[in-house]
């Protein structure tokens, strides 16, 4: 039996990087996917992707900032599956005009935090009461290593909203696992994905500086978050919540 069989799985940011791989590993694994995202030719993708690959996916376009879109996306979970038993909360920008504080505009500063902390807000809000209604669940929550370490080179806002997650990931936990509702956080480092590659990867120096960086000697890829949201979305992880769990090739370890 595949380690997720009858899971139904909401996985938000599906439409690309982390998010549309791990919609893959779940369906290959046996859960129903409902993919979400805001980019409509993007999940069409993610949609056609998991379907060659023998998958059950649901795709819904939405905006996870955007309250009416998480509820409609919530309402097809149930509508198409009768139950939801994972809120993978995936779904993260990270702009290039996000810098310090003395210097990042409130615009975007509030752009970041909507989707990245007001998104989750929202997912758990309304998703929450269908896997307490489901016997209970999982919600897994993307935060990152950076809620851990500072920079000299900062993006605060893009910071900020992962403490923020990783806050929110622990009081969830502690609310909601009388109900059998697990709550945890990944915190992964630097991932081969479009957000990364297209500022980063692109430039020969800051690519060996952060690869100096990181013991393991090479950026993570989207299949390392995968194995382990596979885990905390399985019964494996059933005595698991509140964690915070790095993968992030070490980072976070080295001092200098």
């Known amino acids: ?5 009858g899971q139904v799985a909401l996985v938000t940011g599906a439409g690309s990087g982390m998010g549309r791989v791990v919609a893959s590993m779940f369906a290959q694994e046996g859960a129903n996917v409902i993919a979400f995202d805001i980019s409509e030719s993007a999940l069409a993708e993610t949609q056609r992707l998991v379907e060659a690959e023998g998958g059950t996916i649901e795709a819904v376009v939405g905006d996870v900032a955007n309250e009416g879109d998480v509820q409609a996306a919530v309402d097809r979970a149930l509508a198409r599956f009768g139950r939801l038993s994972v809120l993978y909360n995936n779904a993260g920008i990270m702009p290039e005009e996000d810098h310090s504080v003395v210097d990042t505009s ?29 016997g209970g669940g999982s919600i897994i929550n993307i935060a990152s290593f950076v809620a851990f370490v500072g920079c000299t080179v900062p993006q605060d806002a893009y910071t900020a909203s992962k403490g923020a997650v990783i806050a929110l990931t622990k009081s969830l936990a502690a609310q909601f696992g009388r109900h059998r509702v697990r709550a945890n956080a990944i915190c992964p480092g630097p991932i081969e994905t479009p957000l990364l590659t297209d ?25 390392d978050v995968g194995y382990l949201a596979v885990y905390l979305a399985s019964d494996e992880s059933s005595w698991m919540t509140g964690a915070s769990l790095n993968i992030d090739g070490g980072i976070t370890s080295y001092y200098f």
């Not at 989707?115 to 896997?131: D, E, F, Q, T």
């Open 199 to 223: 500022w980063l990867l692109t430039n020969p120096e800051a690519k060996a500086l952060r690869l100096n960086r990181i013991p393991l000697g090479r950026f993570g890829r989207p299949e």
């Open 106 to 134: 409130v615009s975007v500063w509030d752009q970041v935090q909507a989707v990245n902390v007001r998104g989750i807000y929202l997912v758990c809000k309304h998703g929450i009461p269908a896997l307490i209604a489901n």
């Open 1 to 5: 039996m595949n380690r997720l069989t």
